[in-house]
């Protein structure tokens, strides 16, 4: 009867609905790796690093009951794996994507160990705030059932903007990542100054990870992220570096990923794993449509190995 | 002037007569040496991390070394299970290998297992009639052509649109994995297979069998030959040493006219046929069908070897047994100790970060200096 009320249009709903919820995790790593990039290295590990983040939220929830305390822990463990990535990066004549490939397989082999207790019990999970309570149709309630970290995410975003362009440390982040040789003339340390925006990127990438497990889908299992991570860097490229244009394509890309699970709840389960690809599909297309051999792309750092 | 006497002195002594000795030494091994000694300490202080790592959840690291040697290389049988495993994986780091030769880093190997497993059953299937032998090279051609041409659209857009090679061939992996559930839950699926949709089986006949005195399937002996016609490729032609320009300076490369975008799309096209041939092993000689299992992670533990191995086809031989080996080893490490089944994971993760930390070491050692 519910499904009756609105007919067909259970499916845009329950994609914008989707998009909504499922962006959030893209939006944080996008943001996380954003901040990394614009100082010029790249983090391939941060799916990895979602993993992790995702792992030690829910278990530091159900052992402390507080599911804030379990965002804090997943931003903490996810600036810990910057640390990592940043220290081995900062030796001379170590490349950061391989570095990246590694910390990726580490840092889900290490979630999955120390998270295979967690499978079993569930966690307080994070609390939501209802948008939809004026709407008398179900789906459209729960679409607009929106999570506090996402509305974190969407303030975040122009907060980067700004900081990214107005403070003293922006400037010298942005110098960092367009010439390294001109922030050191500056005084600076390009390790230094790349350590810490790896270790920022880590964090909100581990928060990203917390959303998995303590909201949606809101459990702890190893199939929790299936290469959000990978997605949410490239979405980085797609977005030029720019915080705003990640959290458009995070919505974009949640969307996408949202159309599966919105076509299975009317019934069309035809296809149902094509349309979980969607993303990744989506990711592919859009680099081959804006990428080209001929010129850098229009704003990204100079110092990235992946556009040098 | 003072300082100039005892010098001259050390020059007649009879302990500089070692000197041509000394420097012959690093000029044939040194050079080669530091290539085996470095990875070989990256390694032992990854097994050493991963002793400690294992003794803070109270297990005693003396027995994980115990059983992972007795898992890995201690009885006939783990032998046997080493190698079925190191076959595999050695097609798999020729898939990172073979385009690293150009400078491309692709990480996506699991996606040409997977499509070479999915190319191969289809064609096991499409020919019911045929002889085995007919059967087993339509697989083979098969699995090679679809893996290669998964590896080779990486390569391609890489070259021709500028796309991040690296990303696209990850992205194509869990493109390659929805495409395998799609089939095997839907067109392909064996209604008879209930619990674990996949496809029909091929054929009992249609199987690789084992090569005869080590009792490990055909795939090994795939993985050998590949791995040796690899390093003749690279090392031994004009085409790979025109590929090896092409990856040292690709402006230098388009200057002397080679042509950058076919030795790009062939060797990833060789490196995405070797990982789909590894598909196409697991098919015809472990699983017998496709399904969800082939997504075991060969594609990724193929990554860390081919690091290893520092993209040199001959030595991934060794070093896929090695890793086979800690593959081998893990169900041992599950029983007698207890330990998850993603301490391998985490093993293979210390591994990777350490040897890839250790690249700051070449070149340090006086030792492996060449000349005087």
Redesign the interface.
């Known amino acids: 009867m519910a499904d009756g009320s609105i007919g067909w249009w259970v499916v845009p709903v329950a994609v914008l609905g989707g998009a909504l919820r499922v962006s959030t995790p893209f939006l944080f790593v996008s943001l996380g790796e954003c901040i990394t990039e614009r100082s010029g290295r790249i983090n391939l590990g941060l799916e990895g690093t979602l993993v992790m983040g995702a792992m030690c939220a829910y278990g530091t929830s159900y052992l402390t009951g507080s599911p804030w305390l379990g965002v804090l822990a997943a931003g903490c463990a996810g600036a810990l794996m910057g640390l990592l990535h940043a220290s081995i990066c900062g030796l001379p004549r170590v490349n950061d994507i391989a570095v990246g490939i590694a910390l990726m397989l580490f840092g889900t082999g290490l979630a999955f160990y120390l998270g295979k207790p967690l499978i079993e019990p569930s966690a307080p999970i994070l609390p939501a705030i209802d948008f939809g309570a004026w709407s008398d149709v179900p789906q459209v309630r729960a679409a607009l059932r929106i999570n506090v970290l996402f509305l974190a995410g969407v303030a975040l975003a122009p907060f980067l903007i700004w900081a990214l362009s107005t403070t003293r440390w922006g400037l010298v982040l942005r110098t960092a990542g367009e010439s390294a040789d001109a922030a050191r003339a500056m005084g600076y340390s390009v390790n230094l100054i790349r350590l810490r925006a790896t270790m920022i990127g880590g964090f909100l990438a581990g928060i990203g990870g917390s959303f998995l497990s303590l909201y949606y889908p809101g459990s702890w299992n190893e199939g929790l992220s299936s290469g959000q991570g990978i997605t949410a860097v490239a979405l980085v490229i797609f977005a030029r570096w720019n915080p705003m244009l990640c959290f458009w394509a995070s919505l974009l890309f949640g969307g996408a990923a949202a159309l599966g699970p919105a076509l299975q709840s009317v019934g069309v389960s035809q296809g149902y794993y094509l349309f979980n690809a969607a993303p990744y599909i989506l990711t592919l297309l859009i680099m081959i449509v804006t990428c080209s051999p001929k010129r850098t792309l229009v704003g990204a750092p100079a110092e990235l190995s992946i556009t040098r | 002037m003072k300082a100039d006497v005892p010098r001259s002195a050390i020059a007649a002594s009879p302990v500089n007569s070692f000197e041509p000795l000394r420097s012959a030494f690093t000029e044939r091994i040194g050079g080669a040496a530091e290539y085996v000694v470095i990875p070989v300490l990256a390694l032992a202080a990854a097994l050493a991390a991963f002793g400690i790592f294992v003794a803070l959840f109270g297990k005693n690291p003396l027995d994980l070394y115990f059983y992972m040697y007795r898992g890995a290389f201690g009885t006939a049988f783990s032998w046997q299970n080493t190698l079925s495993r190191a076959a595999p994986l050695i097609l798999t780091a020729l898939c990172t290998a073979l385009p690293a030769q150009l400078g491309l ?1 692709i ?1 996506g190997g699991e996606g040409a297992l997977l499509m070479g497993a999915l190319a191969a059953t289809s064609t096991a299937l499409l020919l019911p009639a045929a002889p085995p032998l007919v059967v087993q090279i339509a697989m083979m051609l098969a699995g090679m052509s679809a893996g290669g041409v998964w590896i080779a659209l990486s390569g391609g ?1 890489q ?6 090679e ?3 061939s ?6 390659a ?3 395998l ?2 089939l095997v ?2 067109l392909m699926r064996d209604p008879a297979s209930l619990n674990k949709p996949s496809t029909r089986e091929i054929g009992a006949d249609n199987m690789l069998g084992t090569i005869p005195g080590i009792d490990v399937h055909w795939g090994l002996a795939f993985g050998l030959v590949a791995a040796v016609l690899s390093y003749i490729l690279i090392y031994r032609t004009a085409f790979g040493f025109a590929a090896r320009v092409a990856g040292g300076n690709i402006r230098a490369a388009r200057v002397v006219g080679l042509g950058v975008g076919r030795l790009i799309l062939i060797v990833c096209f060789l490196a995405g046929a070797a990982a789909g041939l590894a598909g196409m092993v697991e098919v015809a000689a472990v699983q017998g069908r496709t399904n969800a299992n082939l997504a075991a992670g060969y594609g ?1 533990t193929g ?2 070897v081919a ?1 290893l191995a520092r993209h040199n086809p001959l030595a991934v031989i060794p070093v896929a047994i090695l890793l086979g080996g800690i593959n081998a080893s893990g169900g041992l490490l599950q029983r007698r100790l207890g330990l ?11 591994i ?2 350490s040897v ?2 250790s ?2 070491l ?1 070149g340090r050692f006086r030792i492996f200096r060449r000349g005087p």
């Open positions: 880093v990480i857009l070259h021709y649109r500028g796309v991040n690296t990303i696209s990850l992205l194509l992996v869990y493109i994995l929805a495409l559930n799609h839950e839907g990724f990554i860390l690091f998850p089944d993603a301490s391998v994971l985490v093993l293979q993760g210390m990777f970060i890839l930390a690249e700051t070449y």
